[in-house]
């Protein structure tokens, strides 16, 4: 098996291996594995104490910042309090300075007192209480083995739970499902008790032992579940339920939230009561022995339990389900269903096996499908679907990204930052020009950088007050605001983002000046000069402005060959165009955009709506990579363009960049495919396997150059059937491929 070592960072310990009730669907006693038969009622002293002693070296060994145990049974309170305060305390004094230590217990509550209680609170055990409903459905199971009801005494340990002085104990309520049980009746029996979460817990079945399904339904467990979801969901989802906040969570492309369904590799082991080391406890489910290892906690180590082949088997990800499981698109969300169960028994007397798919196949398919569809519209991002709306998210980070860097350099810019901070406060309240000069791509790079300086502890405290000043003063003048702004210029030259730029001075002279809004202009005062700006669109003098292209028909975009934060490309940036250069390099760009407006209309227009700048570029370097070293990625709404080139060049180059850019941004702000893992697939482009990201942004780019040039059709099909049934992809990743597929077909 390949792949690291996954150490435990979650420990099942036994601390009594009998119980007080005589539940009928107990995988522990009803089941295939007896071993408790053979085990000691209570956990000696000498198995306590070498557990945690491994623990701490298992701990310490794989420099883990926390760990978590879990005290169990049977029914651990059967144990007493002075055999459970013993536990508590070698536990605790183990991992002393050694990791954080998580104590935790479930119980079936009938013995919970204050007494417990108190012992709990004192070492922070949190308290998981195991209750299947209402009285008529959890006394269909969990009874006396008279037959008495467990239910008043359930409930009065809850209340006892809920109590103020206990409350900060309060883990939740563990309940087992039976299909025969209403669902919303148990859902609201358990909603009532008001618990900090609800687990529904799938009961334990295998092929050989299929779980009931009275009427036959090959979905009757995820019907019973969907039901609960949606009375869950109309109450505003009141409480996390665990299984449905892991659904929700990968179906977005985050982790999940529980051992039963996703590829997370497995990171629990169990100590029974005479200290043997075992897989996770479900597996008794299976058939006898198991869970076994053959280990124990007194000679060996957690880390030769975490190489037995049982445990690495179930810390795999992808490849450790069955080969059928690995090509279903909801494999990620899933993961093949419990471990256990997934077994069936061999033919005759060949052993069984896990390679299979699990025994809730179709009720975990119809779960995650019937979640998904529910929820679609609250999950998909509405920049999937509106160009205007992707603007305004991306209008959002940069902002988010200026809050950011105040918080980051958390009071070290000092005065100066702390006065441009508060000058841009002032210009937001009265007008909208900080707005446009944050909507400019290059501002965040700018932001990028300083943030990433002031992360490493180096920020340029007084430059970024200067730069800050600059972008500031450009707000006041594009909002109209008789408002001066002192600035720093650098190198003679003073740089007003989304403006132009200003000679003040010979290169290499640096200085101060401010900048006012003056009639028909504005003017800049040094310590010698006045130079006034009577149009700030138009070269005079010393006056640079950022041209504009907006000519011929073609949308009015920046052309930005003045921003010092613009060098972000595969290309470098053009140090500059003359004014016949720009010109024509201008005309050329409005024809190639007339041709993308006659051959694409409907992406023209889209790009007329969202982009906001073009760049000049020289010629490709040889050695640059994609961005500039060290230099983070601009704003969605740039796009760097060679100078060079006919409009039948620029026209692909134009739409190829916009896809590009669209992608990104989408990027940025939805998640539209899971970020673990390393899965590869078929590109039809090239001969190798990809990454799902490149394989996505491949398809993307190829959708949109088709309708340009149908030489690009073909490839781009391949790969949207390719990405059809990809597991990684999220519900916004698959709204993203429906888009694409439309856009084809009207190729």
């Given at each position: 098996?390949?792949?690291?070592?996954?150490?435990?960072?979650?420990?099942?310990?036994?601390?009594?291996?009998?119980?007080?009730?005589?539940?009928?669907?107990?995988?522990?006693?009803?089941?295939?594995?007896?071993?408790?038969?053979?085990?000691?009622?209570?956990?000696?002293?000498?198995?306590?104490?070498?557990?945690?002693?491994?623990?701490?070296?298992h701990a310490t060994t794989h420099a883990l910042p926390s760990v978590s145990v879990i005290l169990h049974g049977g029914e651990p309170l059967l144990a007493g309090p002075a055999r459970l305060r013993r536990v508590c305390e070698e536990l605790t004094a183990a991992l002393d300075g050694v990791a954080d230590l998580d104590l935790r217990i479930h119980t079936n509550g009938?013995?919970?007192?204050?007494?417990?209680?108190?012992?709990?609170?004192?070492?922070?055990?949190?308290?998981?209480?195991?209750?299947?409903?209402?009285?008529?459905?959890?006394?269909?199971?969990?009874?006396?083995?008279?037959?008495?009801?467990?239910?008043?005494?359930?409930?009065?340990?809850?209340?006892?739970?809920?109590?103020?002085?206990?409350?900060?104990?309060?883990?939740?309520?563990?309940?087992?499902?039976?299909?025969?049980?209403?669902?919303?009746?148990?859902?609201?029996?358990?909603?009532?008790?008001?618990?900090?979460?609800?687990?529904?817990?799938?009961?334990?079945?295998?092929?050989?032992?299929?779980?009931?399904?009275?009427?036959?339904?090959?979905?009757?467990?995820?019907?019973?579940?969907?039901?609960?979801?949606?009375?869950?969901?109309?109450?505003?989802?009141?409480?996390?339920?665990?299984?449905?906040?892991?659904?929700?969570?990968?179906?977005?492309?985050?982790?999940?939230?529980?051992?039963?369904?996703?590829?997370?590799?497995?990171?629990?082991?169990?100590?029974?009561?005479?200290?043997?080391?075992?897989?996770?406890?479900?597996?008794?489910?299976?058939?006898?022995?198991?869970?076994?290892?053959?280990?124990?906690?007194?000679?060996?180590?957690?880390?030769?339990?975490?190489?037995?082949?049982?445990?690495?088997?179930?810390?795999?990800?992808?490849?450790?389900?069955?080969?059928?499981?690995?090509?279903?698109?909801?494999?990620?969300?899933?993961?093949?269903?419990?471990?256990?169960?997934?077994?069936?028994?061999?033919?005759?007397?060949?052993?069984?096996?896990?390679?299979?798919?699990?025994?809730?196949?179709?009720?975990?398919?119809?779960?995650?499908?019937?979640?998904?569809?529910?929820?679609?519209?609250?999950?998909?991002?509405?920049?999937?679907?509106?160009?205007?709306?992707?603007?305004?998210?991306?209008?959002?980070?940069?902002?988010?990204?200026?809050?950011?860097?105040?918080?980051?350099?958390?009071?070290?810019?000092?005065?100066?930052?702390?006065?441009?901070?508060?000058?841009?406060?002032?210009?937001?309240?009265?007008?909208?020009?900080?707005?446009?000069?944050?909507?400019?791509?290059?501002?965040?790079?700018?932001?990028?950088?300083?943030?990433?300086?002031?992360?490493?502890?180096?920020?340029?405290?007084?430059?970024?007050?200067?730069?800050?000043?600059?972008?500031?003063?450009?707000?006041?003048?594009?909002?109209?605001?008789?408002?001066?702004?002192?600035?720093?210029?650098?190198?003679?030259?003073?740089?007003?983002?989304?403006?132009?730029?200003?000679?003040?001075?010979?290169?290499?002279?640096?200085?101060?000046?401010?900048?006012?809004?003056?009639?028909?202009?504005?003017?800049?005062?040094?310590?010698?000069?006045?130079?006034?700006?009577?149009?700030?669109?138009?070269?005079?003098?010393?006056?640079?402005?950022?041209?504009?292209?907006?000519?011929?028909?073609?949308?009015?975009?920046?052309?930005?060959?003045?921003?010092?934060?613009?060098?972000?490309?595969?290309?470098?940036?053009?140090?500059?165009?003359?004014?016949?250069?720009?010109?024509?390099?201008?005309?050329?760009?409005?024809a190639a955009w007339s041709l993308l407006r006659d051959a694409v209309p409907d992406q023209a227009a889209q790009a007329a709506v969202t982009l906001t700048t073009l760049t000049p570029l020289g010629p490709p370097a040889p050695t640059r990579r994609r961005t500039r070293a060290g230099r983070p990625a601009y704003g969605y709404g740039a796009l760097g363009v060679p100078?060079?080139?006919?409009?039948?060049?620029?026209?692909?180059?134009?739409?190829?960049?916009?896809?590009?850019?669209?992608?990104?941004?989408?990027?940025?702000?939805?998640?539209?495919?899971?970020?673990?893992?390393?899965?590869?697939?078929?590109?039809?482009?090239?001969?190798?396997?990809?990454?799902?990201?490149?394989?996505?942004?491949?398809?993307?780019?190829?959708?949109?150059?088709?309708?340009?040039?149908?030489?690009?059709?073909?490839?781009?099909?391949?790969?949207?059937?390719?990405?059809?049934?990809?597991?990684e992809l999220t519900v916004g990743g698959k709204s993203l491929l429906t888009t694409l597929h439309a856009e084809a077909d009207r190729v």
């Amino acid at each position: 098996m390949t792949g690291p070592l996954v150490p435990f960072r979650e420990i099942v310990l036994k601390v009594h291996s009998r119980c007080d009730l005589a539940c009928d669907h107990c995988y522990i006693y009803e089941h295939a594995d007896q071993s408790w038969r053979t085990r000691p009622k209570a956990i000696s002293d000498e198995a306590m104490t070498r557990t945690a002693q491994r623990l701490a070296e298992h701990a310490t060994t794989h420099a883990l910042p926390s760990v978590s145990v879990i005290l169990h049974g049977g029914e651990p309170l059967l144990a007493g309090p002075a055999r459970l305060r013993r536990v508590c305390e070698e536990l605790t004094a183990a991992l002393d300075g050694v990791a954080d230590l998580d104590l935790r217990i479930h119980t079936n509550g009938l013995q919970l007192s204050p007494r417990y209680l108190d012992l709990f609170a004192e070492f922070g055990v949190r308290v998981g209480i195991s209750l299947d409903g209402d009285r008529a459905a959890n006394d269909r199971h969990r009874r006396f083995a008279d037959g008495r009801s467990s239910h008043p005494l359930v409930l009065k340990a809850v209340e006892l739970l809920r109590q103020d002085r206990y409350r900060p104990l309060d883990l939740g309520l563990l309940c087992t499902i039976d299909v025969a049980n209403d669902p919303v009746t148990v859902y609201d029996a358990l909603a009532a008790l008001d618990p900090p979460r609800i687990d529904f817990l799938l009961p334990h079945a295998t092929w050989e032992e299929p779980p009931p399904r009275p009427d036959g339904s090959p979905t009757a467990y995820a019907d019973w579940l969907l039901a609960v979801f949606d009375r869950w969901d109309a109450q505003g989802r009141p409480m996390p339920v665990r299984l449905f906040d892991s659904v929700l969570s990968t179906l977005t492309g985050g982790p999940s939230l529980t051992e039963s369904l996703g590829l997370a590799p497995t990171d629990l082991v169990v100590v029974e009561t005479d200290g043997t080391l075992e897989q996770v406890d479900s597996l008794k489910s299976a058939y006898e022995g198991a869970a076994a290892t053959g280990f124990d906690v007194f000679t060996h180590t957690l880390d030769e339990v975490a190489a037995h082949p049982g445990v690495r088997s179930r810390q795999l990800g992808l490849a450790g389900v069955s080969e059928e499981c690995r090509r279903c698109p909801v494999v990620r969300s899933c993961g093949g269903g419990l471990y256990t169960h997934r077994y069936r028994p061999g033919p005759g007397a060949a052993p069984g096996g896990f390679d299979n798919p699990s025994v809730y196949c179709a009720d975990l398919t119809a779960l995650i499908g019937g979640i998904e569809a529910r929820t679609r519209a609250e999950t998909v991002s509405p920049a999937l679907g509106h160009p205007a709306e992707l603007v305004d998210a991306q209008h959002e980070l940069t902002r988010s990204m200026l809050a950011e860097l105040h918080a980051a350099l958390d009071g070290r810019g000092g005065g100066p930052w702390q006065e441009a901070w508060e000058l841009a406060n002032a210009v937001e309240r009265c007008s909208d020009g900080l707005d446009a000069v944050f909507a400019h791509p290059y501002t965040r790079t700018w932001l990028a950088e300083a943030i990433a300086a002031a992360r490493d502890g180096r920020p340029d405290a007084p430059g970024l007050a200067h730069q800050a000043r600059r972008y500031v003063a450009a707000a006041v003048l594009r909002g109209g605001l008789d408002t001066p702004v002192r600035v720093h210029h650098r190198d003679g030259v003073l740089v007003l983002p989304t403006l132009g730029a200003l000679r003040l001075g010979p290169p290499g002279a640096d200085g101060e000046a401010e900048v006012r809004l003056a009639e028909k202009g504005f003017v800049v005062r040094t310590g010698t000069a006045e130079l006034r700006v009577v149009r700030a669109d138009e070269t005079t003098g010393p006056w640079r402005p950022v041209r504009r292209l907006g000519r011929d028909g073609a949308p009015d975009l920046a052309l930005d060959d003045i921003d010092p934060y613009r060098d972000t490309f595969d290309a470098p940036a053009h140090p500059g165009l003359g004014r016949g250069e720009a010109a024509d390099w201008s005309g050329r760009l409005a024809a190639a955009w007339s041709l993308l407006r006659d051959a694409v209309p409907d992406q023209a227009a889209q790009a007329a709506v969202t982009l906001t700048t073009l760049t000049p570029l020289g010629p490709p370097a040889p050695t640059r990579r994609r961005t500039r070293a060290g230099r983070p990625a601009y704003g969605y709404g740039a796009l760097g363009v060679p100078v060079a080139g006919e409009p039948g060049d620029l026209a692909p180059v134009l739409l190829r960049g916009f896809r590009r850019a669209t992608l990104r941004a989408l990027t940025e702000v939805t998640d539209l495919y899971a970020l673990d893992g390393a899965w590869h697939r078929p590109a039809p482009w090239q001969e190798r396997t990809v990454p799902l990201s490149e394989l996505l942004a491949g398809a993307h780019e190829r959708v949109g150059l088709a309708a340009y040039d149908r030489r690009y059709r073909d490839h781009a099909l391949r790969a949207l059937d390719t990405l059809q049934d990809a597991a990684e992809l999220t519900v916004g990743g698959k709204s993203l491929l429906t888009t694409l597929h439309a856009e084809a077909d009207r190729v």
